[in-house]
């Protein structure tokens, strides 16, 4: 069985991934910089409510600020996907607005991160984690990180009863697909191998989501009313081959 400092390991190394990405960001050079603070954001927030309970003051508060942070950055990583998709259909106007409105969210983004606070809440979630883990049993960590894994499978079998889903439970859909991906990434040595045998069609079904969030964002922007039938399409493909293969390995592994 895998040890509690392991897991506790796994959450430095997210914390650290994240620090790496952020000294990419105040050096302005790097255009995935970023992208990849997200992705060990992402990371990194599948793990802490396993060990940090929304109950307790402080780490109901550690989560609140991570989860603000994701919130902060969402509108300038749009910004940044819009500029690289769009590119020359814009107007000279468009482009030019959407450009600073990158520009000053890159900005706001450094100059929060620059400061001292978001080494203090690496240090604090941390801390309060490994406080956490000490005082948790190896079975009963395990038995956390599998009900965390379970409540993300049962989002998706909910999800799964509604045939026609609208723009905004496709992107929840996806929210919960990225979750359960990351924590399965991350933690595959306490799950199932039900859960790990699920990867590639995880991403699979994010990738086919994602480019139909994507054209949401682009729809919007341009103020057009549809979204290209195709890229519903394969979102359901990718959906129903991940929910065929869900059901496949619960019934042959268990």
Not at 28 to 48: I, T, W
Not at 51 to 71: F, P
Not at 119 to 134: D, E, K, P, Y
Not at 189 to 203: A, D, G, S
Request: with cysteine; charged share 25%; proline share 4%.
């Amino acid at each position: 069985m895998p040890k509690k400092n392991e897991f506790l390991q796994i959450i430095a190394v997210q914390l650290s991934r994240l620090d790496a990405a952020r000294t990419r960001l105040l050096n302005g050079q790097d255009v995935e910089a970023l992208h990849d603070f997200r992705v060990a954001l992402r990371s990194l927030r599948s793990l802490l409510p396993i060990v940090l309970k929304r109950s307790k003051r402080l780490d109901g508060r550690i989560l609140a600020a991570w989860k603000a942070l994701a919130q902060f950055t969402g509108p300038t990583r749009d910004a940044e996907v819009l500029l690289s998709l769009v590119g020359e259909r814009m107007s000279a106007s468009q482009r030019a607005a959407l450009a600073v409105t990158h520009r000053e969210g890159l900005a706001a983004i450094s100059a929060a991160l620059a400061g001292p606070d978001f080494a203090q809440l690496a240090h604090i979630s941390l801390q309060q984690c490994r406080l956490r883990i000490s005082a948790c049993g190896p079975l009963l960590l395990k038995r956390r990180i599998k009900s965390q894994a379970k409540d993300y499978e049962n989002c998706l079998n909910q999800a799964a009863k509604n045939g026609s889903p609208t723009l905004e439970q496709w992107h929840e859909r996806r929210l919960t697909i990225k979750r359960l991906r990351y924590l399965s990434l991350l933690a595959a040595k306490w799950l199932p191998n039900r859960v790990n045998q699920l990867q590639i069609p995880l991403k699979q079904a994010q990738t086919a989501i994602g480019k139909l969030h994507d054209a949401e964002l682009i729809a919007q922007f341009m103020h057009k009313k549809k979204i290209k039938k195709p890229l519903i399409r394969k979102a359901y493909k990718a959906w129903h081959k991940l929910m065929c293969q869900r059901k496949a390995e619960f019934m042959v592994l268990g």
